[in-house]
C-alpha cells in the first residue's frame, strides 16, 4: 500500500462544488485543506459550503483544514457595459465613485488612485490583459491613454505596479468577513495583497483573543522587500503567483518563488504555492505536461502544500483535478527527498524537534508522534522533512485543521490528557488505530511533562510497540 502523501493539497471550493455529489467526491479525492474564496460570493454562500466540509469531514473521520481567504485592499473597476472593449491610443478615465463604465471610462473601488499616481505610471487591468498609461492624474480622475486594448468586463482587477499605494491593508469588508470566520470556526484566515509585516500585525490585533494562524499572502512587490518581516510575522506564507507577477514580472516569478519557499522552509514556516497549478483542468480532463511539471518543482522545492484555484471553484473537472495534483505529488515525492535546509535552521531554534529528528532516524522508527497543545512542535518537527511520517495528536480540532496545511504531518483529536502515562497511550493508541506502525517497531514521541500547557514540550522518547 502507497505511504502518506507529505505534500498537502488546498483546493478552493467554489459553485463547481455545489452541484450534487461534487463536494463529496472533491474532498475525497484527496484534499487537505478546504479554500474559502471571500472574494466571490456573500457570507450565506461560505456558511452553507463551511457546513457542508465539517458534515463530509465529520462522516468520512477526516481532519479537513478550512482556509477563510480575505479579498484584501483589491482594486477593482466596477459595472462595466457588456461587450466594453477599449480601443488602442484611446483615452480612458478611471474615475472614484460609483456607477456603470464604458469604453471611456471606469468607476474604481478605492477613492485615493488619482493621488497615488503620476504621469508616466503604468496601470494594468484584468491580470494584465490590458495596460494603461498615465497621462493625468487630478480631482479624482486618472486619465489614461491605452497601451494595449481588449474587452473589459465587470469587477476586473486593477494594478499599479511599482506604486506604493495608500491603502489600508485591512478593509472594513475584511473585518467584516474576518468577525463571520472566527465565529464559524475556521481553522486558518488568507491575508491577501500583504505588502509588510506591519498589515499582518494589524490583522492579528483585529482578532483579538481569538486568534487563528495567519497565512500571508505573497503578491505584492513591496512584499518581496520585506520577505523577511513578513514570514517572522506570519504563520504561513501562500506565493500569490498571479497578482505577483502582474506587480513584477512573468519572468520573476519563478525565482522569487524559489526565494519564497527557501525563506520559509529555513524559518520553519509552512509555505503554501499557488495559482494556475492545473488550470487547462478547468476545462479539460487532464493537464499540460508543464503544468504537472510545475506542480513537481513546488514539491522538489519543499512548498508544504500546492493550490488549486479555478481549477475546483469553477472548473468542470473538480474531482479530477485533486486525484491529478495527488498523483504528481506522489511521483515527485518518490523520486527523491526535497532540497535540505541545515537543520539548525529548520527546527526554528526548536532542539526537542532536531532531537526528535536525530532519534527517528538513527533508531528507525516508524512515525513521529508530537502531543501538541497549539501545534508548535509538530511543525517544527515537519520543518526538517524527516524521511518519516509526522503523527500530530491534540485534543484541539482547531489545531489539527491548521495542522492540515503542514507537509508530513498527518492529525489525531483525542481526548485531553492529564499525565505523561495518559498522553503516552493516547500516543500510542492513535498510532496503531491508523496504522503507523505495529508490534516490534519503533515510535519517537515528543511530549511535555506538564500536561495540556502551550509551550511545555521537554520529552523525547523512543517506544517499541
Not at 519572468?251 to 522569487?256: F, I, L, Q, R, T
Request: glycine share 10%; charged share 20%; aromatic share 2%.
Amino acid at each position: 500500500m502507497a505511504g502518506p502523501r507529505r505534500t498537502k493539497i488546498v483546493a478552493t471550493i467554489g459553485p463547481a462544488c455545489d452541484e450534487p455529489g461534487v463536494l463529496e467526491r472533491v474532498l475525497a479525492a484527496g484534499v487537505d485543506v478546504a479554500r474559502l474564496n471571500a472574494s466571490h460570493g456573500g457570507i450565506a454562500d461560505l456558511a452553507r459550503r463551511l457546513a457542508a466540509i465539517r458534515a463530509w469531514a465529520k462522516a468520512a473521520g477526516r481532519v479537513v483544514g478550512v482556509l477563510l481567504d480575505l479579498p484584501g485592499p483589491k482594486l477593482r473597476v466596477g459595472d462595466m457595459a457588456e461587450g466594453t472593449v477599449l480601443s488602442e491610443g484611446s483615452e480612458f478615465v478611471l474615475s472614484a465613485g460609483s456607477g456603470s463604465g464604458d469604453a471611456a471610462h471606469a468607476c474604481v473601488s478605492w477613492d485615493g488612485l488619482a493621488a497615488d499616481v503620476s504621469a508616466g505610471d503604468r496601470i494594468l487591468l484584468d491580470d494584465g490583459s490590458l495596460e494603461l498609461r498615465v497621462l493625468s492624474a487630478e480631482d479624482g480622475d486618472v486619465v489614461t491613454r491605452v497601451v494595449r486594448g481588449g474587452a473589459l468586463g465587470s469587477h476586473k482587477g486593477v494594478n499599479v505596479p511599482g506604486v506604493s499605494l495608500r491603502i489600508d491593508g485591512v478593509t472594513p469588508h475584511d473585518l467584516e468577513l474576518l468577525a463571520w470566520g472566527l465565529d464559524a470556526g475556521v481553522d486558518l484566515v488568507a491575508q491577501s495583497f500583504v505588502r509588510s509585516a506591519g498589515d499582518v500585525e494589524r490583522l492579528r490585533a483585529a482578532m483579538g483573543e481569538r486568534l487563528v494562524p495567519i497565512v500571508a499572502k505573497v503578491e505584492k512587490y513591496e512584499a518581496l522587500a520585506d520577505l523577511d518581516g513578513i514570514v517572522a510575522a506570519a504563520d504561513a506564507v501562500m506565493v500569490a503567483r498571479g497578482d505577483l507577477a502582474v506587480e513584477t514580472s512573468p519572468e520573476s516569478v519563478p525565482p522569487a518563488q524559489r526565494h519564497i519557499v527557501e525563506t520559509c522552509r529555513a524559518a520553519g514556516r509552512p509555505v503554501v504555492v499557488a495559482t494556475q497549478m492545473l488550470e487547462s483542468m478547468t476545462h479539460a480532463p487532464s493537464p499540460t505536461r508543464a503544468e504537472a511539471s510545475d506542480v513537481a518543482t513546488a514539491v522538489f522545492e519543499g512548498a508544504d502544500a500546492v493550490m488549486l484555484s479555478e481549477e475546483t471553484a469553477i472548473g468542470e473537472f473538480p474531482a479530477e483535478a485533486v486525484a491529478t495534483m495527488d498523483r504528481v505529488c506522489r511521483a515527485a515525492e518518490e523520486s527523491g527527498p526535497s532540497v535540505p535546509i541545515p537543520a539548525g535552521e529548520a527546527a526554528a531554534g526548536s532542539p526537542v524537534a532536531a532531537a526528535a529528528f536525530a532519534l527517528a532516524r538513527d533508531t528507525g522508527a516508524r512515525v513521529i508522534v508530537t502531543a501538541t497543545q497549539s501545534g508548535a512542535t509538530a511543525r517544527a518537527v515537519a520543518s526538517l522533512r524527516p524521511q518519516q511520517p509526522v503523527l500530530a495528536v491534540t485534543p484541539h480540532a482547531s489545531v489539527a485543521g491548521a495542522l492540515a496545511v503542514v507537509w508530513g504531518v498527518a492529525c489525531a483529536v483525542g481526548p485531553a490528557t492529564h499525565t505523561i502515562e495518559e498522553t503516552t497511550r493516547s500516543a500510542v493508541d492513535a498510532v496503531r488505530r491508523l496504522g503507523f506502525a505495529g508490534a516490534g517497531e519503533r515510535v519517537v514521541l515528543t511530549a511535555g511533562t506538564t500536561t495540556g500547557v502551550i509551550g511545555s514540550t521537554d520529552l523525547v522518547r523512543v517506544i517499541t510497540l
